[in-house]
């Protein structure tokens, strides 16, 4: 009876290890693979990239944010106001597990995660889709350059938080905004924040860095030299080119993106 006694409190002991082996990984929290940080273009809304969300969540987990740009907030806070907005998403997305978070911006978005990578930089990627918004190019042809100039001099003279008018354009299209006199400069200077070439030439790390251009799109005649091949060299990024309009271009290269997402190392 001894003997039969002892083999059940051997096997209970082995049992109740057994079970602590099998429970103890499931205890240890895993890192989540991915995040992808959704933003969209001047006067839009962050519905606008439902769609190529969508498609990107077999890869990465979501998440779009509304800019300073969209036609509800119309200009309310200064560019680097934004990319502190932009900031404090991704160390959310960190603080909640995430290995690895990627910046994905359509148009002016585009534009942002650029200038995210050339101020904080501390992305693990950038998936440019159309990008958007040249304020080198429309200063360059008289577009707006009156209020520019103005904006610049009135900040100069401590005047940045008065009011000031311009016409913004945008595919085509215009509309009168009103906003700080340091806001507009701080998105319009030609050789600021949304000049795209100076943002790529100074990202502070090379990351994979996919740039994704319709055939009609406005942009797709600069090539890959205007700002693509600024950026630092990484043997994952990649210049796209999809048959596609500008509005159209993240619906028709998303199955591409995708691929290139799950093919990162």
């Given amino acids: 009876m001894r003997h039969s006694s002892s083999s059940r409190r051997v096997w209970m002991l082995a049992l109740a290890l057994s079970g602590l082996t099998l429970c103890a990984p499931a205890a240890i929290a ?117 209020s520019v100039d103005q904006a610049r001099q009135m900040v100069l003279e401590g005047k940045g938080a008065d009011m000031l008018d311009m016409e913004d354009f945008n595919q085509g299209k215009s509309r009168p905004v009103r906003m700080r006199a340091d806001v507009l400069l701080s998105y319009f200077d030609p050789e600021g924040l949304g000049h795209m070439p100076l943002s790529a030439s100074r990202f502070k790390k090379a ?30 990024s990649k210049y796209l080119v999809v048959d596609a309009d500008h509005m159209g271009t993240p619906e028709v290269a998303a199955t591409q993106v995708l691929e290139w997402v799950r093919a990162l190392p």
């Fill in 30 to 146: 895993q890192p989540k693979p991915c995040a992808l940080l959704l933003m969209h273009g001047k006067w839009g809304h962050p519905n606008n990239l439902a769609g190529f969300g969508r498609q990107m969540e077999p890869a990465c987990d979501t998440q779009s944010i509304e800019m300073p740009w969209s036609r509800r907030r119309n200009y309310d806070q200064p560019y680097p106001v934004a990319i502190t907005e932009i900031a404090a998403q991704v160390k959310a997305l960190r603080d909640k597990g995430y290995a690895r978070v990627l910046l994905a911006g359509h148009s002016f978005g585009a534009n942002a995660a650029l200038a995210y990578m050339a101020t904080q930089g501390d992305a693990d990627g950038v998936i440019a889709l159309a990008p958007g918004h040249s304020p080198a190019f429309t200063y360059g042809r008289g577009i707006g350059k009156a």
């Fill in 207 to 236: 990351v994979p860095f996919i740039w994704v251009i319709g055939t009609k799109d406005p942009l797709y005649s600069a090539g890959p030299s205007y700002a693509f091949e600024k950026a630092p060299a990484h043997p994952a």
